[in-house]
């Protein structure tokens, strides 16, 4: 397979300005829309993160990564923790294919979090970035809404739970010449929306049409992707699309943020994508905590074939 084409860009200003003469938040919807039903993925500039505080964030992760291996070990989930997943740090284990390690955190008002004490700084870069990609998840979220024609404030009841979001600031080893240069294998997101921030080294990479189109970095901006909840909401018209990290030369850092929806609820196609246009749904409904719990038996014991993995297409009809 090569690699070709680029991501879509969409320019969000619209969003963050007054009055709307022009009509840009009609066509930056339309944007949305378009790189949803085509990739999965898009690039969003003028998204309201602060590119600054990206920049610092992803410096600060970078002297983190740096530090010791004892020294990074320190921050560990609280004993009895109830975090959906454990927070801090983790090294994927050495059998597996992926060659990363990861801080894990939460919305810094549950107080699931452990933190590093070094470097300074690090904490309160960490919570800003939750906190604006949690106004960005949220403007998105609206976005998705309006662009699958869904009735006004849908999401806003549905998905109105920001306890099972989560955020990832991950550093990937450099490729070595012995071994495959896996970062992180092919994937789809099991969320609803997904961003990502990421320094300048690339290697994320996106099937489109049987070909690994490369999210190229490009300072300032933030790659954003459906997840298996809105693919299947949306009864496939939006794309989860398979991903993957592919290690470089150097190593490699980035921050994922997943806007998430609460493990009880009932994921199904809409009304919207079958009955009211006379499409039959593509997927059975499920309670997202189990599809949840299935990925995640995945990574901690991974079928020994490829094909018994479990995605998305388990509840396909
Ligand atoms: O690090 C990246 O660029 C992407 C991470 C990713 O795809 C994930 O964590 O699901
Ligand atoms: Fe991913």
């Not at 009509?23 to 949803?36: D, F």
């Not at 398979?242 to 980035?254: C, I, Y």
């Not at 949840?292 to 995605?311: I, Y």
Request: net charge negative.
């Amino acid at each position: 397979m090569s690699t070709s084409g680029a991501l879509p860009v969409v320019d969000l200003a619209p969003f963050f300005t007054q009055g709307d003469e022009a009509g840009g938040v009609a066509r930056a919807t339309e944007a949305v829309r378009e790189a949803c039903r085509t990739h999965g993925f898009f690039r969003a500039v003028n998204h309201g993160v602060p590119p600054e505080l990206m920049a610092r964030a992803l410096e600060l992760s970078a002297a983190f990564f740096a530090l010791p291996d004892e020294e990074k070990a320190k921050p560990r989930p609280a004993e009895g923790s109830e975090a959906p997943l454990p927070a801090g740090y983790a090294r994927q284990p050495a059998h597996s294919a992926d060659k990363n390690e990861y801080l894990l955190v939460f919305d810094p008002k549950i107080g699931f979090n452990v933190y590093p004490a070094e470097p300074a700084g690090f904490r309160e870069a960490v919570e800003e970035c939750y906190a604006k990609f949690t106004e960005l998840g949220l403007l998105v979220q609206e976005i998705l809404n309006e662009c699958m024609g869904l009735p006004q404030g849908f999401f806003r009841d549905f998905n109105g739970d920001r306890g099972f979001d989560f955020m990832a600031a991950l550093r990937y080893f450099p490729a070595t010449e012995e071994e495959n240069n896996n970062g992180l294998s092919a994937h789809e997101d099991g969320n609803c929306i997904t961003f990502v921030i990421q320094d300048g080294v690339g290697g994320l990479e996106v099937l489109k049409d049987g070909e690994w189109v490369p999210a190229e970095p490009v300072e300032g901006s933030i790659i954003v992707n459906i997840g298996d909840v809105i693919h299947v909401l949306s009864n496939g018209k939006l794309k989860s699309a398979t991903h993957r990290v592919v290690r470089k030369p150097a190593h490699r850092h980035s921050f994922a943020f997943f806007f998430n929806i609460h493990g009880d609820k009932w994921i199904e196609p809409l009304p919207e994508f079958t009955a009211k246009i006379g499409e039959a749904p593509r997927y059975r409904g499920f309670v997202f905590n189990e599809y949840q719990q299935l990925r995640m038996r995945n990574k901690t014991h991974p079928p020994s074939r490829p094909e018994d993995v479990v995605h998305i297409t388990h509840y396909a009809i």
